[in-house]
């Protein structure tokens, strides 16, 4: 691999600063990475499809970076070092900084193929190209690169400033120099790495999906009410949430596709969806987004 080009550190003495992230995507995922990146010492640059879009992620990166001084996890300095450290970008051209590539555009395959195959001509030979994806193949993701062992699943969890695990998935092609490099990157970032075949869902998703699909199948066949399975699950098993509170913030629709994908690679009767979930679909009640799925939520924000 030849040498990613140097990049002007600033006057930050840590090492670290010397390798600039890229990410793909400035949205929910996108910028808690850019966040999680850039307080770690990363210079970031966050792009998306347009300015309206770029600057909607900045200012989720701020909103978490203000979470977390309000819940007293870093001081303010911490965070204006950190939102110094970011700038957006518009369309792929400025990957050529990076050393470290993460794409966190939408779970859909033909998208990220598209995204990567860009990529692939517009960053800097020796940078690392990172999938967030939650559910698809990353061998997949790659098949139509000139260099499929350049490309990685890392996948973090939401909120990405709260949650301590990612995900890391070598495809079938990925070099393990690559493999290495991005567990460091995620290591770096304060996060507990676990790794996962590369399998549709990998580890946490496919656990994830059968545990709401599994509560949406009861609901559907009256075994309890919403709420006293979310309770079941909550009290009998210490989760921090139920299965429809979690489906709610993951988005009923994102649930449906990542079972569907699942079912796809299995064709296993466990990913056959719950008919309700589809239902709910088909009426846009899709959770915390729509403000309506299993439970009601209040409007949420407009962009902007
Ligand atoms: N939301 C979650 O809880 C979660 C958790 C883990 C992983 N993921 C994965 O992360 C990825 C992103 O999910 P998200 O929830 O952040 O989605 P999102 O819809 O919030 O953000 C996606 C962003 O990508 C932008 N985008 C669309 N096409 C693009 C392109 N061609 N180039 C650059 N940007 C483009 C969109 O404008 C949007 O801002 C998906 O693969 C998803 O499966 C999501």
Redesign the pocket.
């Known amino acids: 691999m030849s040498d990613p080009p140097a990049i002007d550190a600033g006057s930050d003495p840590r090492e670290s600063v010397q390798r600039r992230v890229f990410v793909?995507?400035?949205?929910?995922?996108?910028s808690g990475i850019a966040a999680q990146s850039a307080l770690a010492g990363y210079p970031v640059t966050l792009?998306?499809?347009s300015e309206e879009?770029a600057q909607?992620?900045l200012a989720h990166v701020r909103k978490a970076l203000d979470h977390a001084v309000e819940r007293k996890r870093i001081g303010p300095g911490d965070r204006d070092a950190a939102l110094a450290r970011i700038d957006t970008a518009i369309g792929l051209r400025r990957a050529d900084a990076a050393q470290i590539v993460v794409e966190?555009?939408?779970?859909d395959l033909a998208?990220?193929r598209?995204?990567f195959a860009d990529l692939e001509a517009a960053a800097a030979p020796g940078a690392i190209l990172a999938?967030?994806?939650?559910?698809l193949p990353i061998t997949a993701i790659g098949q139509e690169l000139k260099d499929p062992g350049r490309l990685v699943g890392l996948?973090?969890?939401?909120p990405v400033l709260q949650m301590p695990l990612v995900e890391l998935i070598p495809g079938h092609r990925t070099r393990p120099e690559v493999v290495a490099a991005a567990r460091e990157f995620a290591a770096s970032l304060g996060k507990t790495v676990v790794t996962s075949a590369d399998t549709p869902g990998f580890v946490t998703t496919r656990a994830m999906a059968v545990l709401v699909n599994e509560a949406a199948w009861m609901l559907y066949e009256g075994v309890a009410s919403k709420e006293d399975i979310d309770a079941a699950y909550k009290l009998g098993f210490h989760h921090p949430m139920g299965p429809f509170e979690l489906v709610d913030l993951?988005?009923i629709d994102?649930a449906v596709a990542i079972l569907d994908v699942l079912w796809d690679g299995f064709r296993d009767s466990s990913y056959r969806v719950a008919p309700i979930l589809r239902t709910m679909v088909a009426a846009k009640k899709l959770g915390r987004k729509t403000g309506e799925g299993f439970y009601s939520y209040p409007a949420p924000p407009r962009p902007g």
Not at 24 to 30: E, K, L, R
Request: proline share 3%.
């Open positions: 793909v995507g400035a949205g929910i995922m996108g792009e998306d499809v879009l909607r992620g966190a555009a939408p779970e998208l990220k598209r995204v999938s967030n994806t939650s559910s996948h973090f969890f939401n993951v988005g994102t």
